[in-house]
Structure formats: C-alpha cells, structure tokens
C-alpha cells in the first residue's frame, strides 16, 4: 500500500501504520521528531519497549553492563547490507579529501548543474545523502526506522533543512538583532565587552560544524518556529511515550536579549563573589549580614545599617541568616528591584551609578515574548508526555538559556523530567555550573534533566576570547574534556541512583564515555530497564557503538536526518567537515571496521568452518 506525504502543513497518519505521525517538510525543519514502528501492544511505544523484557542470560548478553563488545563489527554492522558497508567506508575516505570537503557546497552546485538534477539526487543518494541522511519521502524514512527499532534503537526523525545564507547575510542579520533598539546607530567597535556582538563573529556558523544556526528574521518567524516545535511535539507524543523533543533558544527570540540577560546574571555572580569571597565551592559559598554590611559600605554603597539589615532579610529566602548562591540567583528574576539596591555615587559626575546592568523597555518586552514561547513548548511538551531538551549555545548567550531553563524545569519538573538543559563540558566552568544546578534541583525538589555533550563551538569561542581579551572559556586540551565528561557524568548517575529524580542523556560518540556510563550502571547496580541513563548518536556515525547497546537492552536512539537533496546539502556539508576534524581518530576507526566487516562477508563463502565474530 503506497503512503504519501500531505502537503501544506497538515499531519498524516500512515494508513497501515496509524501511529506514526510525519509532518509536512514545508513545517519541519527543526529538531528533532522522534519516529518509531509501531508496538503490537500498544498505540505508542514507550522507551521501555527499546528494553529487553527477558534476560540477559536468555539473550546469550552480558550479565554486566560494561562487559559490552564495541569492537564485535559482525554483530555491531548486522544492519548493514555489503552495500551500505562499501557506502560508508568510501563516504569516510571522501572526508579525508581537504579540497572535497573544504569546498563541498561549491562543488555540489557545479555537478548539480552539470549532471543534472535527476543524475546528481541518484548520485547523492548512492553517496553522502545515503549514509547520513533516511530519504526525501515516507517510504524511504520508514525502512530505516523499521530497521532501527529491529536492532533496538529508537528514531528522533529531524527534518534536516537548513537555510542556504552567504557569510555576509548572516552577518548582517546577526548585527542588527544584537544591537539594542534603543540605539538607533550603535557603534560595534565601541564596547569590547564579552557579552556585546562583535562585527567579526557575527556569522556564527564559522567554524561551527556540529551544530545548527538560527538567525533572527523577526518575531513573526519566532512565531512560525514555535509552531513548528510544537508539531514536533505532537509527533514525538504520537509516537513514542516519554520520548524526546529538542529546541534552541535562538529560534523563539532576539538574541540582543539573550546577550544582555547573560550580562546581568554574570556581573551579579562576580558582585555574589565579592560578597562572599571564599575558597569553597561556588554552590557552597555565602555570606552573612555583618559582611554583607560591611562590603556594602567599602564598595560605596549608599545604603545605612538600617537599610543593609532590610536588603538582607529580603534576600536571604530561606531564613538560614546566610545568603548563598542559590538565594542570589532567585533575586535575579526580580533584576529591577535587585539593581536598586548595588547603588554608588560616582564622584565624578555626581550621579548615583548602578552596579548591575537593568532592561529598558523594549529588552522587558522581549523577555516575556521569548518566556512565553517557551513556557507554551513546555506547557505541550508535558500535555504530550514529551521531554524537551533545551540545545546549548555559545558561552556569551548560555548563562541567559540555562537560567531560562532552569526556570521551566522549576515549574515542570515537579513530578517528572519535562525539560532538559545541555551541559558542555568542554567549557572550564561546566563543573561547577553543573552542581549549582543539581543542588538547586535538590533544595526546590524538581526533577533535573540534563543532556551532557562534550560541545560544538570550540574555535569560534577560542578566537572570539583571544580577539576580545577575554578568558579563553575552553579547556587546554582533548583530555581535559574527557576527563571533566566522565566526573560530570559519575556526578548526574551518582544523583541519579541517590535522588531518583535525575534524568540523563549521553549525546556522545566516544567509545570510552560510553563505556564509562555503563560501568557505572554497574558499579551503582541500575539495570538498564529501570535506569533514566539514555545514549543517542548521529544516523551514519558510531554504528559499532549504537548497535550492541540496543541489542543489550539500553535505551538508545539514533538521530535521523531526512528531506529533499538539494535541502539537505548545508547538513550533510556539515557532516562531512566534522567527519575530516576526527578522522585521525574514531572515524579512521569506523571506516576500518566497515572495510573489515566487508572482507569477512566476502571471505565467508570460501571459509570451510562457521563464520565467527570479527574484532577489529
């Protein structure tokens, strides 16, 4: 029976399988939407049925988590047709080519208009469009799902358009959504601050080859965008019971905001530290009401001991007569009245000055559009049973998503993980960012959801701290993120068992995080089955890593990108760039593994005894 798309916008069940819900590729072009087959038992399948439901020992499994096989590529690339092998190892070789890859979309267009649309689709297909992406159409996309959900592994279907801009486009739009519509000429050169755009770095895509960029057009399209995520929802709802939905902030509003809301609660933080001033912990420092009172009065303030004795009461919230991180950050969202109290007089021109930054009018406005947004997503992310992961961005526009966040994990996290923040733990500051919130999490009593990457703007936020002397946020090298991942993820697993209200997703590609995970599920003692430890990888990238964790009973997905060639070329551009930047390492390790699963399958007819698995 043939299935079609529905065009305009509106859902379609499938006629034979009614549960998988597809949107228009005219609405999503967004995040993920997750797709799965079909559960016979059921009209949605939940992530309990990516589990096995009879042992271990029934299934020939490993009776420990951490005793999983990733170099087993018989077992790991059973999904995999000779073809599909030959496909990946060549596609990997490709990315070895600097010319090819460097000037991939340049090239695409020549053979396009050379070849011929038809020819350069068939060509892409039976190339990069076909390892990385599922198809243009539902028949294609559901032969791959199907396929995933046999091996175990559960589908977030993203519509993987991404808009074509030229360097200077998307410079311009950058400039003029960052700079304050209060300014009607603002001189970009003038501040060098860290959180004000910067001529420079305002096509944020430079240098970015993991991640998608959203530039501000207006706040018709962050409408139109929210849209789209909500039908997101609603299909990752119809498919799959507690299922995963993803969105960036930089989609529902101006990113002028963004910047100036990070200022404020990171000039508020080193103002807590100077308060506070101590060598423990941030999430453990704090201060009292002799200190507070005499800080106040060497920094100028112009407030008497009456008034210090009134502005501590209010912000110490949980009447402990200290004030530590976590009260200060609360004050935040009451920044009018908590700017008003860090006055000086400034001696030089006889005005009364304010320590921390405010929002004028236009900035207030913009908030509540963008807190809006957010809390409609999360409002039908909850209703749909969905959990929204909140992508994270670059460190100048961080502080103000996380806190958002945050915020909207407070309010719906209450009973269960609704909404998940993204940690990056190729920043320096990760750590400690993580702890201040899991220990906000444990004092409020809300479920914490965390996605843990290792990151994807490393040389754009390298060059933009060097050209703006600032401290360069990332760690000194590849080991130090590493390093900081695995303490990061023991901590969220460690809470995880401790709290049982802590869920994570391991978004990774490295073998050895992944395996740091399930060694930890063992030391903790938390079956697959019942832990909320979740994996996810790229369709076309760690197949010897998603495999034996799916057929093991863990609870893993893949992310699979489909729409139209022509759509598809800035993703799959950006595939093959981040394929050449690790090619040294796992991916020369992945096309080695295709090409030696290859020669097996070959060789197997001639060999006089059973074929055995194959380590590389």
């Known amino acids: 029976m043939s299935i079609n798309f529905i065009k305009y916008g ?37 992530t309990h049925h990516l589990t096995s439901s009879t042992t271990d020992v029934e299934h020939g499994l490993p009776a420990k988590a951490s005793d999983l096989n990733f170099n087993d590529v018989q077992n790991a690339f059973k999904s995999k047709t000779a073809f599909d092998l030959v496909r990946g190892g060549l596609v990997y070789q490709l990315c070895t080519i600097p010319f090819l890859v460097d000037h991939g979309m340049k090239l695409s267009h020549v053979f396009e208009k050379v070849l011929g649309r038809r020819l350069f689709n068939r060509l892409m297909k039976l190339s990069f469009y076909g390892h990385f992406v599922a198809g243009e159409n ?20 993203d519509y993987a358009v991404e808009e074509e801009l030229s360097e200077e486009e998307a410079t311009n739009l950058e400039m003029q959504s960052c700079a304050p519509l209060s300014e009607k000429e603002y001189d970009f ?4 601050n860290r959180y004000h755009p910067q001529r420079n770095f305002g096509d944020r895509r430079k240098n970015v080859v993991s991640a998608r960029t959203y530039f501000y057009k207006g706040e018709e399209k962050c409408d139109q965008n929210t849209k789209i995520f909500l039908k997101c929802i609603d299909s990752a709802g119809a498919t799959t019971d507690g299922g995963f939905a993803a969105i960036k902030l930089t989609a529902l509003g101006r990113p002028q905001f963004l910047l100036q809301f990070s200022e404020v609660l990171m000039k508020g933080r080193e103002l807590f530290k100077i308060y506070s001033k101590s060598d423990d912990a941030l999430h453990e420092q ?5 200190r507070f009172a005499d800080k106040s009065s060497r920094l100028g303030l112009l407030m008497n001991h009456d008034d210090s004795e009134k502005h501590f009461t209010w912000m110490d919230k949980d009447g402990d007569k200290f004030v530590d991180l976590l009260d200060w950050n609360e004050l935040i969202s009451e920044h009018r009245k908590f ?15 304010r320590l921390l930054p405010t929002f004028d009018e236009e900035e207030e406005a913009q908030m509540k559009r963008m807190l809006r947004r957010i809390d409609t997503l999360a409002k039908h992310a909850m209703k749909r049973n969905v959990r929204l992961m909140i992508d994270a961005e670059q460190t100048y526009f961080q502080p103000a998503i996380s806190r958002m966040t945050l ?23 990760s750590t400690e960012e993580l702890m201040l919130d899991l220990a906000w999490s444990q004092r409020e009593k809300f479920h914490f959801g965390c996605k843990l990457v290792r990151g994807a703007y490393m040389e754009h936020e390298r060059s933009r701290a060097t050209q703006m002397n600032y401290e360069n946020p990332i760690q000194p090298d590849y080991q130090s993120t590493n390093i900081n991942y695995n303490e990061n993820l023991k ?25 740091f995970a399930l060694n930890l599920l063992d030391k903790y003692n938390i079956p ?7 994996f996810g990888q790229l369709l076309g990238m760690c197949d010897h890593v998603t495999f034996p964790l799916g057929q093991a009973g863990h609870k893993v997905f893949k992310y699979v990108p489909y729409g139209p060639v022509q759509e598809v070329l800035p993703y799959l551009h950006r595939r093959a760039q981040e394929n050449r930047s690790i090619l040294g390492g796992r991916a020369a390790s992945e096309r080695k593994m295709m090409w030696s699963e290859y020669r097996r399958r070959l060789m197997a007819p001639f060999s006089r005894t059973p074929s055995k698995a194959t380590t590389v």
């Open 528 to 534: 697959p089955a019942s832990s909320d430890l979740y």
């Open 286 to 290: 704090k201060f009292d009401l002799s």
């Open 10 to 46: 509106k859902l379609l069940k499938y006629k034979r399988y009614p549960n998988i819900v597809l949107l228009s590729r005219n609405l999503c072009f967004s995040r993920p939407l997750l797709l799965q087959a079909e559960s016979p038992k059921s009209d949605k399948l939940t």
């Open 189 to 192: 050169n003038k501040n060098k």
């Open 138 to 157: 539902d028949e294609e996309v559901k032969k791959v799902t199907h396929k995933l959900q046999a091996y175990g592994v559960g589908a977030i279907l």
């Open 339 to 353: 700017a008003d109290v860090f006055v000086v007089h400034d001696p030089k021109t006889g005005e009364v000055e």
């Open 407 to 429: 915020e909207m994990m407070r309010k719906f996290n209450k009973e269960r993980t609704v909404i998940m923040n993204t940690y990056q733990c190729y920043l320096k500051g």
């Open 491 to 515: 901590m969220l697993v460690k809470a995880m068992r401790d709290t049982k209200q802590c869920t994570v997703m391991v978004a990774s590609h490295n073998e050895d995080s992944v395996k």
